[in-house]
């Protein structure tokens, strides 16, 4: 497969924000979110066998979380599949970051799904396939990354609308960061106030966490690998 990176740090996002957590991180997306803050992985990277992969994670951590991640991994599910079966057989609790836009339905069970569905400002609308609703399972978690109330709106309605409180274990409503953020570790780079977006939540009782990408308030928004 095809692999941009593997590392280890802190899981920045999802209700596992915070754990230790080995990242792998597939190449290639064909999706071109307009706050997409990983865009290195479009293309590049190195050819990995699964032997390979498995055998970088375990050197990271000797159990634990993994999060497979990209660009879209799912574009890769004949390799992924496997890398994700054999990361269960291994005891790691597994995590997949996807869009939605490739179908899941053979994503194993046990892998939490961290399904990211396209609001109209990320210029991707209407990517997500319907279908994949399905897919999920009670521990997966759905998010939203908003720029506006535009977004907002656009997710509040898509959860009420899907009953998607009575289908997964969260759903995440996060600020999208600026693109070209550096410096400061603070919330002055979110496209959307914080602040703002949690009055928004209170007012619509929406059953949402608000959901901050905390490496990004950890270390400068700009590094990479983190």
Avoid at 66 to 95: F, K, N
Wanted: aromatic letters at 8%.
């Amino acid at each position: 497969m095809q692999i941009t990176e593997i590392y280890k740090s802190l899981q920045g996002e999802s209700t596992y924000a915070g754990l230790p957590c080995v990242f792998v991180r597939l190449t290639g997306c064909n999706l071109r979110c307009s706050w997409c803050d990983s865009e290195f992985s479009f293309y590049g990277g190195h050819k990995m066998t699964l032997q390979e992969v498995l055998g970088e994670v375990a050197d990271l951590s000797t159990g634990g979380l993994v999060e497979i991640t990209g660009g879209e991994p799912m574009l890769q599910e004949r390799e992924v599949v496997p890398l994700m079966e054999h990361l269960l057989d291994a005891g790691y609790q597994t995590l997949l970051e996807t869009s939605g836009e490739r179908p899941l339905a053979r994503v194993p069970k046990h892998v939490v799904k961290i399904v990211d569905v396209k609001c109209p400002h990320s210029g991707e609308p209407n990517t997500f396939a319907l279908e994949n609703l399905e897919a999920l399972q009670p521990h997966d978690e759905l998010k939203f990354v908003l720029t506006d109330r535009t977004d907002y709106e656009f997710a509040r309605d898509f959860v009420v609308n899907h009953g998607l409180a009575e289908r997964v274990h969260a759903i995440l409503f996060s600020p999208a960061f600026k693109k070209a953020a550096s410096g400061a570790r603070d919330t002055s780079h979110c496209l959307l106030d914080p602040q703002e977006l949690a009055q928004w939540i209170l007012a619509d009782n929406i059953p949402a966490r608000l959901s901050l990408q905390i490496h990004k308030l950890i270390w400068d928004p700009a590094t990479k690998g983190v």
